[in-house]
Each structure stands twice: as structure tokens, then as C-alpha cells.
């Protein structure tokens, strides 16, 4: 499981599971008249995500030996091609669901409840020799990444006359990732990044990536900067206001760190709730009591204000989703819910 130092509170209330009994130290369901729950609960998508369906998986098995929770990674675009075709009944997002996604759900069936679970930000990291890019603006990453940058940008005087000329080297998720997507739609707008970047599914691959480069810049969420402390440093970002500001809870919950903060998802499937170890799971994902266990991923809590309204969506099985194959970049998820 990540360990992170960040001190966070619960991702999300939910009153107490009401189709829940604890009996001899293990996690009961109402349905089936108090028996034991089993059987799988199949989640993937985002790797964002991953570290709080990891840990939660774990925890919630200890109590629930005769569930199998498997927890996939395939960026947030892969997971929901599987969770549209009916293959999971829990797809972990760091962005809302594309229209083109909801199409291919819609085309199989799959209704799906949308849950707001935590906030994220991206950050921009650089190598540890790095000295001269300690703050960067939106215009500047995108003179760095965008398509048309492609073998034409590659060193840093090109992105700014004060830097040296040194080669550029960049670092960042895949195509199927929502960090990717979010970052391209927050950094980017209309049109796509450039091409000819080492992309990896895995965030690892691109810490690694940027400590060994020196000329090296990369991206991914938050809960990976703490984990890496010391490996590679974060870049200060330019905000609307014209402020430096630092990726961190702090600045991502009182939204200073704009345009690179955003809230993650976990879409679960409203058939797959008719299964009580899948529905036992979902209820685990945001009950308050496992709070330490988001914040040990690095995740900042949702604001008070929205947790009554997460627990109604989830209560309640709302289908579909708040954001109509949007963007989520800026919005206020008090409003949209």
C-alpha cells in the first residue's frame, strides 16, 4: 500500500451500512437473510485512483475472506471500455466519463451510479539538477506539449529565452489515462499533445524517467509527488490570479493550484449492485471509518458540503452523470451536484 505523509481527513461520509452487521469481527449483508457475504467484485481504471481501491481492497477482504476483490490498472479510458462492456462492476476515473463512453454504455445496458470521492492535483516535476524552471505558466506548458511542438520544441530556451539550452526531455501518463486527458484539457484546450513523449500507464516509469534525465519534465497526480520526495522536485504553476503556487492539500482544497486540480470518480455499475458483496464494497469505498486509509494514499477530502449529496447518489443509485460528457476542469462539484 502508497504511504504518504499527508494528514487527511475521510474521502466521504456515508451513514452507517445500514446492510451491514458486524458479528464475530466480520462484515456481514442483509441480503441472503445474514450470511457471510462472497463471491468477486471485479474494479479498474484509473492508476490515480489505484492506491485507494488498493488499500480499501485489502481491508475490506480481511473482514470478508470469502470476497475476492481484484483491483486492475488500465488508465481510466481502458478501465471504462471494460466497464462499459459489462466486464467490472467498478471503474476508478481521475476524470468524468466521455460522451463516447457513456455512447458504448448506453449501447450495452450499463447503467452507472457516478461518485465524487476525493480531490487530486496534477504536478509538473522536473529533475533534481533542474534550478531554472521553479515556476512555469499554462502557456508555457503548452508551447512545451502541444502538438505542435512536436520535433520542433526540444530544449529549454525554446520554451523560454531565460532557460538554457538544454535538451527537453518529457515524461507523461498514456493516452488512456485520465491524468493525461486532464492535463491535456486543462494545459492544452482544443487539440491534442505532441507525439513524441515516453508515455507509461505505470507512474513509476516516469519518476524513474525524470530522475535519471537531467533535462527531463514530467507530470501525474499528487499522491505520487510525496511518495518520490527527494527523487525529483515539483514545479510551481502560474495561476489565473498570476500567483506561483505549489502543488499541495492545502492549495488544491482552498483552489489556489488552478488549473491543475480536479476531483476522481469511482463509477459503479447499477446491476452490479444487486450483488451484496459489490454493493457491501462500494458502501466500504466512502464509509468515513476507513478514512485513514484514503489518506494514507495521499488524497484530499471532499468539502463537508458535498458529502450529504455523495451519499445520496450513492443511497439513492443515481444513474448517469452530472458533467454530460464534459469537462471538469474549474468546475464546482457543489453546484453540479
Known sequence: MVSH???????????????TACSSGEQQSSAGGGAALSGDVKVDGSSTVFP???????????????????????????????????ETDISQASRPI??????????????????????????VVVNNENSFATCLTPAQLKTAWDEAAEGKISNWNQIDP????????????????GT???????????GGTRGDFTASEDDNIIVQGV???????????????????????????????????????????????????????????KSALEKPQVKAFAEYLVN??????????????????LLPKVVERLNNQVVGTVFGGGS?????????L
Open 5 to 19: 505523509k499527508f494528514r487527511l481527513l475521510s474521502l466521504a461520509a456515508l451513514a452507517v451500512l445500514a446492510t
Open 52 to 86: 485507494i481501491g488498493e488499500a480499501m481492497a485489502e481491508e475490506f477482504q480481511k473482514s470478508n475472506s470469502n470476497v475476492r476483490v481484484t483491483v486492475g490498472v488500465s488508465g481510466t479510458g481502458g478501465g471504462f471500455k471494460k466497464f462499459c462492456a459489462g
Open 98 to 123: 466521455k460522451s463516447s463512453e457513456m455512447e458504448l454504455c448506453e449501447k450495452n445496458g450499463i447503467e452507472y451510479v457516478e461518485l465524487p470521492v476525493a480531490y487530486d492535483a496534477l504536478s
Open 162 to 177: 531565460s532557460f538554457p539550452d538544454t535538451p527537453l526531455v518529457l515524461y507523461g501518463p498514456g493516452t488512456d489515462s
Open 180 to 190: 493525461y486527458d486532464y492535463f491535456k484539457e486543462a494545459i492544452i484546450g482544443e
Open 211 to 269: 530522475e535519471r534525465t537531467s533535462g527531463a519534465m514530467g507530470f501525474f497526480g499528487l499522491a505520487y509527488l510525496e511518495e518520490n520526495a527527494g527523487k525529483l522536485k515539483a514545479v510551481d504553476i502560474q495561476n489565473s490570479q498570476g500567483n506561483c503556487v505549489s502543488p499541495s492539500v492545502e492549495t488544491t482544497r482552498d483552489g489556489s493550484y488552478e488549473p491543475l486540480s480536479r476531483p476522481l470518480f469511482i463509477y459503479v455499475a
Open 288 to 305: 468515513p471509518a476507513n478514512g485513514k486509509l484514503v489518506a494514507e494514499a495521499g488524497y484530499i477530502q471532499l468539502p463537508d458540503a
Open 328 to 336: 471538469d476542469v474549474g468546475v464546482n462539484l457543489a453546484e453540479k
